[in-house]
């Protein structure tokens, strides 16, 4: 376990100017790093069949239990935490999928917490160090100083920007001030970018302690109402069209799917229901969504939708334009995992087809390409091509697509899933 620190003698000035302003409480360098970096692990998502798909990094806050960005799990099946040579199974707690901010649980995990700053906001140049941790598990730590101070539409800190060497390469790892004190996450790259501002920026550590009570009210609101047999006038509530009359999308609009594993025949449910509109912005899932009203997609936080969501170009599948006959290319990486993909597509003239117990007027896409994914293993900066083969069946009149299939195969995973629509209903 190797703990890099770049531009040192930037680390020791930095620290100074802590110690001028502190120097009661203030740490030297040494002692910063012998304090913060112990409590910094990598983290690594994995596949359907325990193949990686990304890494980040992730800080200790309690007995066992760790913080780090929900937007670096996404499509995880499975998440290892690891520092050096010993990696240890963790599971996912109190998602605060509109803050970004995710609770590990690992059993078994000792490693020692860092303290909490208090919620008051850092000052403008204040001094801070950025550790993160790199995909073989050492610690990379860069010196830093507060650049920016954003603040939400209630006047409240949302963003802490810092002007630190590649601290935009730090995604979930900790932003400390000069007390050692956890101030923030490091944000993914470009997260929470304002009129192009693409600075290195962290979410406030504050945020931390509010996760658990944020997710469990957003859980509730899910689980709140159960499903409602369809209204008797009614023989299939997906009849109801999204139009653009002013009276759809609503909130409390829920979109029911179900995501088909055709490989072991296992099936979920997949909701994603309407909880806020914003202007033309509808926002699903507690911000786990955002779309435009016309379906186009803005972000998926949270791809509760399989290869739907976890792959799915800028904007979505189905492009702004669309028309029968028209052909296009795509090459962009995937927001869960980084993945590169380059796909050509093509969509056919519109057919019937049967959803569950609706049948639908439908525009066949077809996508077929491939990305590009590390090889195998930890640390591995080899890459290999895997053919990729999706179709997405897109309904004008409800302008959702109604079913998506997808399929790849590489040496170590494999998916064949299918989603399709079950049910359309307002709670």
């Known amino acids: 376990m190797g703990i890099k620190v770049f531009a040192a003698a930037a680390v020791a000035a930095a620290l100074a100017l802590g110690l001028a302003a502190t120097p009661a409480v203030a740490l030297d360098s040494a002692q910063l790093l012998g304090r913060v970096t112990p409590s910094v692990y990598a983290i690594r998502t994995l596949g359907a069949q325990g193949a990686p798909l990304g890494s980040a990094s992730a800080v200790v806050i309690g007995p066992g239990r760790l913080a780090t960005l929900c937007s670096a799990l996404a499509g995880a099946h499975g998440i290892v935490v690891r520092r050096g040579n010993v990696s240890y199974g963790a599971t996912l707690q109190s998602p605060d999928v509109s803050r970004d901010v995710c609770l590990l649980d690992v059993a078994e995990f000792n490693a020692p917490a860092v303290a909490i700053a208090p919620e008051a ?207 296009w290319k795509v090459a962009y990486k995937q927001a869960g995992t980084g993945y590169r993909m380059e796909l050509k597509a093509i969509a056919s003239d519109e057919s019937t087809i049967r959803v569950q117990s609706k049948t639908y007027r439908a525009m066949r896409i077809a996508y077929e390409g491939y990305f590009y994914r590390p090889f195998y293993g930890f640390g591995s900066s080899s890459t290999a091509a895997v053919n990729y083969k999706a179709v997405a069946w897109y309904a004008p009149e409800v302008r959702r697509v109604v079913r998506f299939d997808a399929t790849w195969s590489a040496k170590t995973d494999r998916v064949d899933e299918s989603l399709q629509l079950v049910d359309h209903r307002l709670d």
């Open 121 to 327: 906001a850092p000052g403008f140049g204040q001094p801070v160090l950025v550790v993160a941790a790199g995909e073989t598990g050492g610690i990379v730590a860069r010196a830093g100083t507060v650049a920016g101070l954003l603040a939400d539409e209630g006047g409240k800190l949302a963003r802490i920007q810092v002007a630190a060497e590649g601290a935009a390469t730090g995604s979930g790892g900790g932003l400390f001030d000069e007390r050692g004190r956890l101030v923030g996450l490091m944000a993914a790259a470009g997260a929470g970018d304002r009129g192009g501002d693409r600075a290195a920026s962290a979410l406030p550590a504050a945020w931390i302690a509010t996760a658990p009570s944020r997710a469990a009210t957003a859980l509730a609101e899910y689980r709140s109402a159960p499903p409602r047999p369809a209204p008797a006038a009614s023989t299939a509530p997906v009849a109801q069209p999204v139009a653009a009359d002013g009276d759809a999308p609503r909130v409390g609009e829920n979109w029911r799917y179900q995501l088909l594993d055709n490989m072991t025949g296992n099936k979920r449910e997949v909701v994603y229901r309407v909880d806020q509109l914003d202007g033309e912005r509808v926002v699903f899932n507690q911000g786990g969504r955002i779309e435009r009203r016309d379906g186009r997609v803005l972000a998926i936080g949270t791809p509760a939708g399989g290869e739907f969501d976890v792959a799915a170009p800028p904007g979505g599948w189905v492009p702004e334009d669309v028309k029968p006959g028209k052909a």
